[in-house]
């Protein structure tokens, strides 16, 4: 089994792989900005429907089955230069198997009415904090030959009308994943491209549009998860470099 750090590990889509994960029965570091939520959700994937329950050979004898490791660290990444003291006081493995950055911030404006301050918080949850925990945990992950995982946004493909600061913090992660892809080429790097999923992120972005929010509208954040981590599972001969996951509109 592996170990793998998940930002934003309280939202909808990093709360779903860490669900996932959990059941394959992998070590978790949950990073978020509250550590409240973070406790409570590794209470529940500790238990409960969320144990590891994974099974390789039906017709072995099971073994005992393995306590996983689930840790939180606390981390604010609208200060990315904090970063680097959270996590040496937290204490990071010599070896991580995955990173997945699933934290993510919207804030819908047009460029006319869309303040520095605004373009500054996108770009350093978005992708600044990104790059630098990327930065700081790849001793960890080149000990592993391990995956980083950048969840990402179809803004990230093209750019709409009141979502310049998103698009272009999203713009910007994919040249960051693409970037370490072509220089540390014993990871692998993925790009997962979500289109509008039932996230409470997604719920913010409704209201600030001025439209109802109906879950059944979106695809699933267990379901962008599964194609996530399915990414992960591809065998070491291939790399997922990107995929986009759209809601099916026959859905509707």
Do not use: C
């Amino acid at each position: 089994m592996g170990t793998y750090l998940i930002t934003g590990a309280t939202g909808g889509i990093g709360t779903a792989v860490a669900e996932l994960l959990r059941e394959r029965g992998h070590d978790l570091l949950l990073t978020g900005r509250s550590a409240e939520r973070l406790d409570k959700l590794a209470a529940a994937l500790r238990g409960g429907a969320h144990a590891a329950t994974q099974v390789i050979n039906r017709g072995a004898v099971a073994s005992p089955p393995r306590a996983a490791s689930i840790g939180t660290i606390p981390l604010d990444l609208t200060e990315p230069r904090r970063i680097e003291a959270r996590l040496a006081a937290a204490g990071i493995p010599a070896r991580l198997d995955g990173v997945v950055h699933a934290a993510g911030m919207v804030h819908l404006g047009t460029v006319a009415a869309t303040e520095a301050d605004e373009w500054m918080e996108h770009l350093s949850v978005n992708l600044v904090s990104a790059a630098e925990l990327t930065r700081l945990l790849l001793p960890a992950l080149r000990a592993a030959e391990g995956h980083v995982v950048f969840v990402n946004s179809t803004a990230g493909l093209r750019a709409n009308p009141e979502w310049s600061a998103y698009a272009a913090s999203k713009f910007g992660l994919r040249a960051l994943a693409d970037s370490l892809r072509a220089e540390e080429p014993a990871l692998r790097v993925t790009s997962v491209y979500p289109g509008r999923t039932a996230t409470e992120m997604q719920r913010s972005v409704r209201a600030q549009e001025g439209h109802p929010y109906a879950e059944d509208d979106f695809a699933a954040p267990a379901t962008v998860a599964r194609v996530l981590v399915a990414a992960l599972e591809t065998p070491r001969d291939a790399i997922v470099s990107d995929v986009t996951v759209r809601p099916n509109p026959s859905r509707s």
